[in-house]
């Protein structure tokens, strides 16, 4: 079933590859925040079937260096419509 946005197959396959730098974010609340301008770390979200379900969610955020791979590591493919 598609998620609330009508999106499939969101969670736990793998982690995807982020666009955003890690970094901290702004204190001030907003939405849709691109994360730092520069920086050493790429984010990766979402999970994968190699992980616990509380990190099988869009909200689980970490960092790797883009260089380093890993089995249950990869990206996905999207476009602007």
Do not use: I, T
Request: proline fraction near 6%; charge should be neutral; hydrophobic fraction near 35%.
């Amino acid at each position: 079933r598609p998620n609330a946005f009508g999106l499939y197959d969101m969670h736990g396959n793998v982690w995807e590859w982020c666009w955003d730098w890690y970094g901290n974010y702004p204190d001030s609340l907003v939405q849709n925040p691109s994360g730092a301008g520069s920086g050493l770390e790429r984010v990766h979200r979402g999970g994968s079937f190699f992980n616990l379900q509380v990190e099988c969610r869009s909200a689980a955020r970490h960092k790797v260096a883009p260089w380093d791979r890993y089995f249950d590591l990869g990206f996905r493919v999207a476009r602007d419509p």
